[in-house]
């Protein structure tokens, strides 16, 4: 429908009807109005999965390699097709608009919700997060770019003001969100902390230039909770407040417009642009939604194993892999994670996937029939006991695997019993005269020794084993962030005695109480095994084996939505298992199964360093691909991995009383690191593939001409094609030089040598993938975009390109750029 018809429908309304709809229902849906034909929208969390509106472990997802592994792909087209599986699970699960991509920067390497973060360089975030958002929207699902802006830490992050430079915002952290708008993008969420001292839900941002400049057509979505202001938020380009069905807007907002402090166009604006979300997705009028054409669960797993080898990064080789698994008589896989890995971040956006391969299963199941696969687990890593799943658990009413869960009234009445499959139950049912929710199980023992029991919730809770109470008290809340009120509370743990071979009655009780959300969380961990025997044992089955595969990672909390990290070390005796495991086998393969950069001080012993990232549900069929030669491992760096933590040019999260100013302006990631002069362990844009490349001759040239980009994909066109003014044409050749057949992804940076304004030293301007036979040459043409020329002029409040001598440099990474030339422009144009 057109802007006037739809300004037409919202005449129809009165105000009470009209704010109304700018307020979310429940917590995941918008309201409905009958009167305009409007029907109710619903939000979903992403962008690693489509969970839909219920925290259920009973209706999985399918789970994607976290954000940080696509960012590694360096492949638009791949990105757009991962969008399109988002939308069709979305409209499997009812869903309208999909709350992905995340397009904040990899400031730090110790942000802690790094891995659903795109990348650290500004334009590759940019290209992969647009691909991402045709891919979801060329199904009629809408994408929503988030979190509008500077929202890159977690450390007090709901209210922490975010000092950053005109120019800056401008070159660095708008740019993913300028490119979202230019990709169609249908919503866009707006984030809690504030920027230059305005809350993000109330700021200028939202007006100029998101909807100004810009021209963004759709919908503000707040993050959940973040609209705290009833007219300074009203005022602004702010359209939805989610969730619902309280908030600050409602009869305030009201009364404020018909007092004449807000104005009435301003509220009918706010009504068309979700009118218009509406009418996009199929939700208004007789216009319905697309039927699903989900694809066959093969094809959709195959997809995402195949994600999974193009988004692991090789960052060591010495000649270790791909391995031969016919010339293999014996195989270790040690390490805790190749057992249970860790799949994906922790946060509002998890989802529960129905199958997973991890890597343990993957390799066996390559080498079945081949080779011996021996498995040593490694010391303990430490860390929190894990919740009650179905392998170590059951139901003590029916004895099948899983837990009980009870909602009891005050008096003790069972009110409801479902049979569950996590101890970790984020929105149990509630019942009428619902009191207090209870989580039992009959816990298997598989060794002698202290067992460590826990609960998680607020208000007054209660655990007890065998009929022993535990744990008894009360926990007062203490936070206002949701993502630790309700996915997180924190956890009270006891230990006791028990023998081998036993089941455990475990009944844990969580009262009910205002504000406190309802989440219960019930772990066990078993008691520690000697760590020393542990690493020998590791020790030992590596110097028996042909090949060491060692499985290292983060554990859960390490890397989380709700605070940062501290540090970069590996949790545990990793590190010295490594060492270890590679001081006995020079053919050790270290796979690194974090979701942002780790130190690896044992890099150069290993003969192998595989980066897995979280890598979603195939992550040992992929896994397993790379290692025996069936796919190259196809990723490059998103961002700079450090030798330690102290080299970080940029490490700081933590806000100075309130406030946490982007003091190093343009220079984050690689540009940081190259300001200073030092040298990381691995750059941006790093990853070696299973051949070599020499880079032979380049030509630029420059060119005023547009060019055209249409993004295809398995089921039509991920978007319209968009048309992007091109300021240079950057052409390389190249030659494979190794014996296999490969992928190279063909980098181009700009400098800007005795520029009159503060650059980096050089920045990404493009890039192209390009494939070749052994011993076969290919051209790769980039086309550098005008605006990558351009900087933000802050006294005329507009764009310029410098007139004088710019450098190209080509090559495979920020730190390996072979080719360079020079060439002068004489223009001034934006």
């Known amino acids: 429908m057109t802007r006037d018809e ?8 009165d105000l009470e009807r009209k704010v109304g709809l700018l307020t979310g229902a429940t917590v995941w849906r918008t309201r409905a109005e009958p009167a305009v034909g409007l029907r109710e929208m619903v939000f979903s969390d992403g962008p690693a999965g489509v969970r839909g509106e219920e925290w259920d472990e009973r209706r999985p997802s399918l789970l994607l390699p976290s954000a940080s592994a696509l960012g590694s792909l360096w492949d638009e087209r791949l990105a757009g097709e991962l969008g399109e599986l988002l939308a069709l699970e979305a409209l499997r699960k009812g869903v309208h608009a999909v709350l992905a991509p995340t397009l904040n920067l990899h400031r730090t390497p110790l942000g802690g919700r790094h891995f659903e973060c795109l990348a650290e360089d500004p334009e590759l975030a940019a290209r992969t997060g647009a691909a991402l958002i045709r891919g979801i929207q060329a199904h009629g ?3 929503t770019a988030k979190h509008y802006v500077a929202n890159d830490a977690e450390t007090e992050r709901l209210t922490v003001d975010v000092r950053v430079d005109e120019r800056t915002l401008r070159e660095v952290y708008l740019v993913p969100f300028e490119a979202a708008v230019r990709a169609g993008v249908w919503l866009v969420m707006s984030a809690y902390n504030g920027v230059n001292g305005t809350t993000m839900t109330a700021g200028e941002l939202l007006a100029e230039p998101l909807k100004g400049a810009w021209g963004f057509d759709g919908a503000v979505v707040s993050d959940w909770g973040a609209v ?13 407040a989610m969730p619902g069905p309280d908030g600050p807007w409602g009869a305030a907002l009201v009364a404020a417009v018909r007092e004449g402090r807000i104005a009435r166009t301003a509220i009918d604006d706010k009504v068309v642009r979700l ?7 199929g939700a208004l009028g007789a216009r319905r939604r697309i039927p699903p054409r989900a694809w066959p669960s093969g094809t959709a797993r195959r997809l995402l194993r195949r994600a999974v080898a193009a988004g692991t990064v090789l960052l060591r080789n010495e000649d270790v892999l791909p391995l031969e698994a016919a010339a293999l008589r014996e195989v270790a896989v040690i390490g805790r994670h190749a057992a249970t890995p860790r799949l994906q971040g922790e946060g509002s956006a998890g989802v529960f996937p129905a199958d997973v391969v991890t890597p343990l299963e993957g390799i066996r199941a390559r080498l079945r029939g081949r080779a011996r696969v021996v498995y040593a687990p490694g010391p303990d890593l430490g860390g929190r006991p894990r919740p009650l799943d179905p392998a170590r658990s059951a139901n003590p009413r029916t004895g099948e695997p899983g837990v009980l869960l009870r909602v009891l009234a005050a008096d003790g009445r069972e009110l409801c019993a479902q049979h569950r499959l996590s101890g970790r139950q984020l929105e149990p049912p509630l019942a009428p005269e619902a009191h207090t929710v209870e989580i039992s199980a009959l816990v298997r023992t ?9 609960i998680g919730g607020y208000g007054r809770m209660s655990l007890a084993v065998d009929g022993q109470p535990l744990v008894e008290g009360e926990v007062t809340r203490d936070t206002e962030d949701p993502a630790v009120i309700h996915l997180d509370p924190p956890r009270q743990h006891a230990a006791v005695w028990l023998p081998a071979g036993h089941r455990a009655h475990v009944v844990a009780r969580r009262e009910l109480a205002p504000d406190t959300g309802r989440a219960v969380l019930v772990t066990a961990a078993a008691p520690e095994p000697d760590p020393d025997q542990a690493l020998s044992e590791a020790v030992r089955a590596a110097r028996d084996a042909d090949v060491a595969v060692v499985v290292v990672g983060t554990t859960e909390g390490s890397e989380s939505e709700g605070h940062d990290r501290t540090s970069l070390t590996l949790p545990g005796r990793q590190d010295e298992l490594v060492a270890a495991v590679a001081a006995v086998n020079p053919r050790t393969v270290v796979v690194v199964n974090a979701g942002g950069p780790v130190e690896l001080p044992w890099r150069e012993q290993a003969g192998a360093v595989l980066l897995s990232w979280f890598p979603g549900q195939e992550a040992g069929s992929g896994l397993a691909d790379v290692l025996f030669g069936r796919a190259e491992p196809g990723g490059r760096l998103p961002t700079t991995w450090g030798a330690e933590l102290a080299d970080a040019p940029v490490t700081e999260t933590r806000p100075k009383d309130g406030v946490l100013v982007y003091a190093e302006g343009l220079h984050i990631g690689y540009r940081a690191w190259l300001r200073a002069g030092r040298e990381p362990a691995y750059w941006f844009g790093h990853g070696l593939g299973y051949t070599t490349w020499n880079y032979d001759r380049l030509r630029v ?3 005023r001409d547009a060019h055209e980009d249409v993004h295809e994909g398995p089921h039509g066109a991920h978007g319209e094609g968009h048309v992007e003014e091109a300021a240079l044409a950057v052409e390389v050749r190249l030659r494979n030089t190794g014996t296999r057949p490969g992928r190279e992804v063909v980098q181009v940076y700009l400098a800007r040598p005795g520029s009159a304004v ?3 030293v050089r920045w990404l301007a493009g890039f192209t993938a390009v494939r070749a036979e052994p011993g076969a040459t290919v051209t790769a043409t980039v086309r550098v975009p005008a605006r990558m020329l351009r900087h933000w002029d802050t006294d005329e409040g507009r764009w310029r390109i410098e007139a004088g001598e710019w450098r190209v440099h080509v090559g495979r990474s920020a730190g390996d750029l072979p080719l360079t030339a020079t060439l002068r422009r004489s223009d001034n144009h934006p």
Do not use: I
């Open 446 to 454: 598989d060794s002698e020794g202290k067992w460590t029991f826990g």
């Open 701 to 703: 040239t420059s060119c």
């Open 6 to 13: 739809l300004l037409k429908l919202v005449g129809t309304l």
């Open 141 to 143: 699902v809408a994408a």
């Open 275 to 281: 009118l218009t979300l509406a009418d996009r997705v």
């Open 228 to 240: 705290r202001l009833t007219e300074e938020s009203a005022a602004a380009a702010q359209d939805l």
């Open 758 to 760: 503060e650059r980096p």
